[in-house]
């Protein structure tokens, strides 16, 4: 447990750092450090690879940025828009969350500019 909790309070350090010593200290006491004792003791030294900097998969990534892209498309073709006095909603067939706030302005008679986006690949199935 006081391993696992030091190793908690190294976190931010652990970032910066591709090693971490672990030594004894002279009270018998467990340190952790990005840099090595002093005494040149050391029990164990651990390495930390550098990990990607996002959990998405690469599908995911590929997507986002085709969508970035249509849009930014979409955007350049549409000129600079004048009427501000409506919001743009820009939709997804796909997307549940989309056709609910489409059916709500509707329902409310809330004008709306509404961009929808093409179909392309479904990235996840909670919509």
């Not at 990005?34 to 690879?49: Q, R």
């Not at 549940?96 to 809330?110: D, F, I, K, M, P």
Request: charged share 20%.
């Amino acid at each position: 447990m006081r391993a696992l909790f030091a190793v908690a309070l190294l976190a931010p350090a652990l970032s910066q750092a591709a090693t971490v010593y672990r030594s004894v200290g002279p009270d018998g006491q467990i340190i952790y450090s990005d840099k090595p004792p002093a005494d040149g003791k050391i029990e164990k030294t651990l390495g930390f690879v550098d990990l990607p900097s996002t959990p998405m998969p690469d599908s995911v990534l590929k997507y986002r940025d085709e969508l970035q892209k249509s849009m930014k498309k979409r955007l350049s073709g549409a000129g600079t828009r004048l009427d501000t006095s409506q919001p743009v909603i820009f939709t997804a067939v796909w997307c549940g969350y989309c056709t609910r706030a489409t059916s709500y302005l509707a329902e409310n008679r809330l004008p709306s500019d509404q961009w929808s986006q093409p179909p392309l690949v479904r990235p996840h199935n909670c919509c």
